[in-house]
């Protein structure tokens, strides 16, 4: 075995090793780990970006969620064209983290399926998986997103912050229409960075929830109310709850992670391998706040 590939398998059976980051001081270690100049660093961010992504494609507690909003601003910090290759992977795999939405057209799809893959359903055993499942994996990513445009880590620019979740809020509000998806997609964003987004914007926020009910919630109720989709109807109710109670005053389940680095939460273990949209028509009516992100 040559000493460069033996090197590469010590590398990747350390990081193995050291289990679940914790704390600031396993981070360093993972950015002298993707600086080493032994191995292309693009192909390291590229794992750990990959690696961070794939994690919630299952639920995580708020607290692990807002622990990987942190890691990923630290490390980006030192890695800046890391957050646009995570970006852009999390958008691939959720294109409401866009935000975007494609609606369905027989001339641009040769299938029903094809349409859905396109939209993040996965295909299983030749069959395409079912709504609820694909649900469920975009309010996953969706809850990732809306905590790392949040995080504030001492004595980091997050390079992707509360700035451009505005932004996102507001696109998300001018161009997307009112579906299960998208409804989804708010429902999550809203629960985990509303409350952040309110200390900021204070009575703009409050405009923007102002029209979310008196708009978006809506159409969401007519679409609900034209497909007969059970999960419309609630998502709507969450929302609608959400605006009702300000639930926006409260912040969320592991948000005071904010004030300590981890804090002992933790992020997932990082195993190197071995080689390496179309407006709607409702959509409108959010454009007057675009002047504010």
């Not at 992707?160 to 001018?174: C, Q, S, T, V, Y």
């Not at 969401?220 to 300000?246: C, M, S």
Request: charged share 25%; glycine share 6%; with cysteine.
């Amino acid at each position: 075995m040559s000493g460069t590939k033996r090197r590469q398998e010590d590398r990747t059976s350390y990081i193995s090793s050291t289990g679940l980051l914790r704390d600031r001081t396993k981070v360093n270690e993972l950015i002298k780990m993707i600086n080493d100049p032994l191995y292309p660093q693009p192909i390291n961010v590229a794992v750990f970006v990959r690696k961070i992504v794939s994690y919630f494609e299952v639920d995580q507690p708020n607290k692990v969620t807002f622990a990987c909003g942190h890691v990923i601003v630290f490390i980006t910090s030192q890695v800046p064209y890391a957050m646009d290759l995570l970006l852009a992977e999390l958008q691939r795999v959720c294109i409401y983290t866009v935000p975007k939405h494609i609606d369905y057209s027989k001339s641009a799809f040769q299938s029903k399926e094809d349409y859905y893959k396109m939209i993040g359903y996965r295909e299983e055993n030749g069959k395409i998986e079912s709504t609820e499942a694909c649900l469920k994996r975009l309010a996953y990513y969706m809850k990732l997103y809306a905590a790392l445009v949040q995080t504030e880590a001492e004595g980091i620019q997050n390079p992707h912050g509360l700035k451009e979740g505005w932004a996102w809020l507001a696109r998300f509000l001018n161009a997307l229409p009112a579906n299960v998806y998208t409804g989804v997609a708010l429902e999550v964003f809203l629960q985990m960075a509303g409350f952040a987004l309110f200390r900021k914007y204070r009575s703009q926020f409050r405009k923007v929830l102002k029209n979310i009910s008196g708009n978006f919630l809506v159409a969401l109720k007519a679409q609900g109310e034209k497909v007969k989709e059970p999960k419309l109807k609630q998502v709507t109710g969450n929302i609608q709850y959400y605006i009702e109670k300000n639930e926006f005053l409260q912040d969320p389940e592991g948000w005071k992670l904010q004030g300590s680095l981890l804090s002992g939460s933790m992020v997932p273990e990082l195993d190197y391998p071995d080689s390496y949209h179309h407006p709607s028509n409702h959509s409108r009516y959010y454009q007057q706040y675009s002047s504010y992100y």
